[in-house]
């Protein structure tokens, strides 16, 4: 079974960038669909970015044209490009797969604190 480790969360400034990974102890070129999820007080984890092994995006409304997805598979990384934040983006971020591999085990996530 894949394990996955975010990090690369932060402390921004609105309008300012950072970049988020997500390690797995194991192959990831299996899973078909890897997504990053983001967790906001008060609100259901919400599907933010996925994309699938032909390296096909799928982004949210809230993230589209700020965000970019992207694998690695050699190097069992996802990552999480994403510029032009704002504070509506803050919260904890997580990495997984989307669909049938899906894990009900979350990781830690990483912190994503935008200020004004």
């Known amino acids: 079974q894949v394990q996955l480790v975010e990090s690369g969360g932060g402390l921004v400034q609105a309008g300012g960038s950072l970049r988020l990974s997500c390690a797995a102890s194991g192959s990831i070129s299996s899973i078909n669909t890897m997504g990053w999820y983001r967790q906001t007080p008060g609100k259901q984890r919400e599907l933010v970015a996925y994309?699938?092994?032909?390296?096909?995006?799928i982004y949210s409304d809230s993230v589209k044209g700020r965000f970019t997805i992207s694998r690695d598979n050699r190097k069992n990384t996802v990552y999480l490009q994403m510029n032009s934040l704002n504070p509506e983006d803050t919260g904890v971020y997580y990495c997984?797969?989307?669909?049938?591999?899906?894990?009900?085990?979350w990781g830690q996530g990483t912190q994503v604190t935008v200020s004004s």
């Open positions: 997984n797969a989307v669909g049938g591999r899906f894990s009900p085990n």
């Open positions: 994309i699938n092994s032909s390296g096909r995006t």
